[in-house]
């Protein structure tokens, strides 16, 4: 995630003669999907570069050479967009990310994409309103129907953090329950990747016929930086709520 359209491009840019490069003993780029020229139909938008393993150490090759990895690249509104699509859908116990669920919410999500697409003078979601006037009427209305701001403003997670060495921690393991808003984090130290590992297939393997919940195990430089680095683990929808209630506003 990069501040703006012009920060994306620029970082995009960097990416540029490593998408060109043929050199087969290096990471290669194989496909490029732009989601910002062409929006998808529910109104994500983002660009996604799809790189192949390449490397002139032989067995590294055998073990990982052809394995793919997709990088995802994203401005900060496009950003909280598609955050604030996982996390209404996982309070709300839709698909939503998936194309499912609510009509009414899906709607809301196109027209809040291409509100954004406006503002960041990007091609238009498919579907949606040309023009600024009619855009912004139907989601005043839709947000009075769905009841957004207030529905936004309660989608809030308590973190309950469950570890021993706060300092030391680079691995950590999120669990969220959307039925009470608790979101749980396990803290690992250097060397204890095993041990988070099991505990990940452990909760994991308890919360399998729960939708209220989902886990991740996540590599970061800190506690502190989880927030900011899986917004949606902790609910936080601050930055789309302002985007909406400007355009409610307005």
């Excluded at 669920?101 to 503002?119: C, E, K, P, T, Y």
């Excluded at 729960?210 to 917004?231: E, G, H, R, Y």
Aim: glycine share 6%.
């Amino acid at each position: 995630m990069v501040k703006d359209m012009p920060a994306l491009r620029d970082l995009y840019g960097m990416y540029a003669k490593s998408i060109e490069s043929t050199d087969r003993s290096r990471p290669q780029c194989c496909e490029v999907y732009d989601y910002i020229a062409e929006p998808k139909g529910d109104g994500y938008r983002g660009l996604h570069l799809v790189y192949k393993y390449g490397t002139r150490t032989e067995a590294l090759n055998t073990l990982y050479g052809g394995m793919r990895v997709e990088i995802q690249l994203r401005s900060h509104l496009q950003h909280v967009w598609a955050t604030a699509v996982e996390i209404v859908g996982a309070f709300t116990h839709q698909a939503l990310k998936s194309g499912l669920g609510s009509d009414q919410w899906r709607r809301f999500f196109v027209l809040m994409a291409n509100a954004i697409a406006f503002r960041e003078s990007a091609p238009r979601v498919p579907n949606a309103h040309l023009q600024r006037e009619p855009l912004v009427a139907e989601l005043k209305k839709l947000a009075r129907e769905l009841g957004v701001v207030r529905a936004l403003q309660s989608m809030k997670a308590v973190v309950q953090h469950i570890s021993t060495e706060v300092q030391s921690e680079k691995l950590f393991l999120l669990e969220l329950d959307t039925q009470t808003g608790v979101v749980k984090v396990w803290g690992f130290g250097v060397g204890q990747d095993a041990i988070a590992n099991e505990q990940y297939l452990r909760v994991e393997k308890d919360i399998a016929d729960d939708p209220s919940k989902q886990a991740v195990l996540v590599t970061v430089d800190s506690l502190a930086a989880l927030p900011n680095a899986f917004p949606n683990y902790y609910a936080d929808t601050g930055a789309f709520l302002g985007e909406v209630q400007r355009l409610l506003t307005s």
